[in-house]
């Protein structure tokens, strides 16, 4: 029976598998075929994001094939989200986190502030500007799914607010990568912390953070975006009880949400990766062996992401994001420009007065 449910997925699993091997087909062809670069201008992972959306608008993906998709956008993402790990050490973490908190509050306070202004002029449902919220300030679709049932919001604006988040995520991804090399003049922790800040999922940032190393080559900027990302899932553990008191003051209600059931355990395999690298640094130094394994776990974990991308795009349908009405979309795309815009703000200061 056990052996049946795994079975169920593979059909996703390999789609997304065959979707990433195109993407980096594509990729040679196009870039260095065809327009004759070195180096392809366009990143594998953003191919695959963009082959999903082709593939997944324009014919009809079977049934069979959902649960294994499903899987690829959720632990497979993870999985190369851990892996990632392996290219950090301890110190690194800690000295990256000094920097990021800062930053994180800063853009999740002002961009509260700048979403609940926008909400009254626009009047947007209360329940659809609260998932809005958390989802552009903290971790997108995983908040807005953790946050929905502590407010009772009902599926259309669950819906609504995961259409909203997912558009302009996408659009971020995609944009954020090459104007953050151009404004930070290719310096990596500040593009790697406006990436892991001003970017709504982490999928997406691990996207964005992805395309930055394929393309300017720094796989420091990935480490750093991911860092970041990773810190400012932890403030779901805060955002939630903080939602759920301010939705339901005034009224007796039982708490129906638990801190365990929202906390991302995956930054926990996240900084076990770390660990892992520091020790074997120490033990096995110079052993080939240990540098292979380094290197094909740090293959692994571009190899799983770029999958996952094609498997968000395959489930990225446009047809549902057209039918929503234009005032939830004002609100994601100023929200969007607002923690961006307040992300660049927060890092010139710290260069400023801290460099």
């Not at 993906?61 to 993402?77: A, C, M, N, P, V």
């Amino acid at each position: 029976m056990v052996l049946k449910n795994y079975l169920v997925l593979l059909p996703g699993i390999i789609l997304a598998f065959i979707l990433y091997s195109l993407s980096q087909g594509f990729n040679n062809i196009i870039g260095i075929e065809l327009l004759g670069y070195n180096k392809s201008p366009i990143s594998t992972a953003m191919m695959a994001i963009l082959l999903g959306i082709f593939f997944g608008n324009f014919f009809k993906i079977r049934e069979s094939f959902q649960k294994g998709l499903d899987f690829s956008k959720d632990y497979i993402l993870k999985l190369g989200i851990i892996c990632l790990g392996i290219q950090l050490k301890p110190f690194e973490f800690i000295e990256f986190g000094k920097i990021a908190i800062p930053l994180i509050i800063i853009c999740m306070v002002s961009v509260l502030i700048v979403i609940k202004i926008i909400i009254k002029k626009l009047q947007i449902p209360t329940r659809m500007a609260y998932l809005i919220s958390i989802g552009s300030t903290v971790c997108g679709t995983t908040a807005i799914m953790a946050t929905a049932p502590v407010i009772k919001a009902n599926k259309s604006e669950i819906s609504y607010a995961i259409a909203n988040i997912t558009l302009f995520g996408i659009l971020s991804m995609l944009l954020y990568p090459y104007f953050a090399n151009f404004y930070f003049e290719e310096n990596s922790l500040f593009a790697g912390l406006f990436l892991g800040t001003a970017i709504h999922e982490t999928s997406q940032v691990a996207a964005a953070g992805l395309i930055y190393d394929q393309q300017f080559n720094s796989p420091e900027t990935l480490n750093i975006a991911t860092v970041t990302k990773l810190i400012r899932n932890t403030f779901l553990i805060v955002m939630i009880p903080l939602f759920a008191f301010l939705y339901n003051r005034g009224q007796t209600k039982e708490r129906n949400y638990s801190i365990l059931s929202v906390f991302p355990y995956f930054v926990l395999g996240f900084v076990g990766m770390i660990i892992l690298r520091n020790v074997g640094d120490e033990v096995f130094s110079t052993n080939n062996n240990w540098i292979s394994l380094i290197n094909s776990i740090k293959a692994f974990s571009k190899i799983f992401l770029t999958m996952a991308m094609a498997a968000i795009g395959l489930s990225t349908n446009l047809k549902d994001i057209k039918n929503i009405g234009y005032k939830p979309f004002v609100v994601g795309f100023i929200s969007m420009l607002a923690v961006g815009i307040v992300s660049i703000f927060s890092i010139e200061i710290y260069i400023k007065f801290f460099i």
